[in-house]
């Protein structure tokens, strides 16, 4: 069997839980198989330590069957290409967020200096017969950089975030140069069936790509296949952590704290794609238009801190919050406050209580490549008594999950009515919603993903093989 090589730019001990969708899916993905997982170490090498633009050091460490190999950044370099190039324009536009998108900074050069170094690294640390996969929007150029050096496996891609329009692709500038890198992987793959359909329109319509069947594309002179993976979740091993002392603990601690009331949940990082003030704002609608809700409803979101550095950040902590405060000050009462809001990592192994002892899970993103808490929050039901899914239909994984209350994020009062109809949901049609959709998680399972994928990369690149690779 061929060594499997992951590629990310977040990486995490995968005997250790993250919090993070990406980190959580590999590190499943690779206890079972073993391997290399290469990535970014987190750490960052300030200029008087040293940290210019240049050579990173490389840190090699063994966990359970796989090893760990991971790179330092100048912060020169961390700046342009985490901060500037990924999370400052790649993040928003790939979210629909042109407005919040920085296209004048200058992070390319980093951002691709960042990809050559991770080749640089990479390459001596390769076999002939290793199977790479490289994960995400910070390393969409990799592929060429690692065949610029003479490699010659199978790369496959996985974009976890969506893929915009066409039209709203061609606004980066370089676009081209992106799609280009895109294209010289083996197999390219993304979480929904309408991100694939953006990319197979715009290599048609902006590089005369060339549909050859099979999900493959002739395209800049090779060919590259390309397909809708949905990543899933363990669900046997979510439903074990469910049972496990530290979930139930939360579980019975809820359902005594909560025993007079329904509780909401939402579990995010603080981003402003999951949607959390527009989602405050249809609370506040439930709250305003249904006051049976008073006193017997309480929403806990949880809101992760994420990318700090990066100003759009740190703007929607402050709506967040003032949000929370006039919500409370306007509802709240001496025993009863609407909203617990937390700005904190919840550690994983806890959230299963949170969510077995919810009635509602409110996941209702602007945008989002798929979304692991809405599957996480199905798996970790009791089938006798589940609570019921709120999914915006704009998160990848409303391709799945049919059964949920699928609604749109930016209407408010259709949203609040959603919530509502999900707090009054009768048990019968809680349990069915709930068998389908448990259903179609454990068919889709991140085991699932990580077969098909590489199985269909295995047989792309077997009948492909002599095909060129592609220059940037
Ligand atoms: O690494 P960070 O900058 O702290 O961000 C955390 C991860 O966020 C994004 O996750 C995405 O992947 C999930 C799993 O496929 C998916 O469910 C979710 O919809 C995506 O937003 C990002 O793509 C990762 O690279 C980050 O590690
Ligand atoms: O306080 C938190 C918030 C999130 N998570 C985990 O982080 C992942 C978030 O993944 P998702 O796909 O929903 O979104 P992402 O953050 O990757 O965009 C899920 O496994 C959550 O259980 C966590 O462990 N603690």
């Known amino acids: 069997m061929p060594r499997l090589v992951v590629v990310s730019n977040r990486i995490a001990d995968p005997r250790k839980t993250a919090a993070g969708g990406l980190a959580v899916a590999l590190a499943e993905v690779l206890n079972n198989t073993g391997g290399m997982w290469f990535g970014w170490s987190g750490k960052v090498i300030e200029p008087s330590a040293g940290g210019k633009a240049g050579e990173g050091e490389v840190h090699t460490q063994q966990a359970g069957a796989v090893k760990l190999v991971t790179v330092d950044l100048a912060r020169e370099d961390y700046d342009a290409y985490y901060v500037g190039y990924s999370n400052g324009v790649l993040w928003p536009v790939f979210h629909y967020r042109l407005d919040l998108a920085d296209f004048d900074a200058g992070y390319i050069g980093g951002y691709r200096r960042v990809n050559q170094l991770f080749a640089r690294k990479l390459a001596p640390l390769l076999q002939p017969d290793d199977v790479i996969w490289v994960h995400d929007y910070h390393l969409i150029p990799l592929a060429a950089e690692l065949r610029a050096l003479g490699c010659q496996q199978r790369i496959g ?107 909401l949940v939402g579990v995010d990082r603080l981003d402003y794609s999951k949607g959390l003030p527009h989602r405050l704002k249809a609370f506040r609608e439930l709250l305003q238009k249904y006051p049976e809700t008073h006193k017997s409803a309480t929403l806990i979101q949880i809101a992760s801190p994420s990318r700090e550095d990066v100003s759009a950040y740190s703007d929607i902590l402050h709506e967040l919050e003032s949000l929370c405060g006039s919500i409370n000050g306007n509802f709240g009462e001496l025993d009863w406050m609407p909203v617990r809001y937390m700005h904190r990592t919840v550690a994983r192994a806890r959230l299963p209580g949170l969510y077995r002892a919810s009635r509602v899970a409110l996941v209702t993103p602007l945008r989002d490549g798929m979304n692991l808490v809405a599957k996480e929050f199905v798996a970790a039901q009791d089938p006798e008594d589940p609570g019921v899914l709120v999914l915006s239909r704009f998160a990848g994984a409303a391709e799945q999950l049919k059964e949920a209350l699928l609604v749109n994020p930016y209407d408010k009062e259709g949203t609040a009515g959603a919530i509502q109809v999900a707090l009054q949901m009768p048990l019968e049609e809680r349990r069915q919603r709930h068998q389908a959709l448990l259903a179609n998680c454990k068919r889709f ?26 220059r940037l």
């Open 157 to 263: 891609y996985f974009l976890h975030i969506p893929l915009p329009p066409p039209l709203i692709l061609a606004a980066i500038p370089g676009h081209d140069w992106l799609v280009r890198g895109l294209c010289s992987y083996d197999l390219v793959g993304f979480q929904s069936e309408a991100d694939h359909q953006h990319f197979c329109r715009y290599i048609q319509s902006e590089a005369g790509a060339q549909d050859v069947g099979g999900g493959r594309w002739r395209v800049f002179n090779r060919t590259v296949h390309a397909g809708a993976y949905p990543i899933g979740i363990d669900v046997d091993e979510f439903a074990a952590v469910t049972q496990a002392p530290e979930a139930r603990e939360m579980y019975e601690r809820m359902r005594r704290e909560y025993s007079r009331r329904k509780l």
């Open 445 to 470: 399972d991140v085991h699932w993903w990580c077969d098909t994928f590489l199985d269909t990369l295995r047989t792309a690149q077997a009948e492909e093989s002599g095909t060129p690779w592609l």
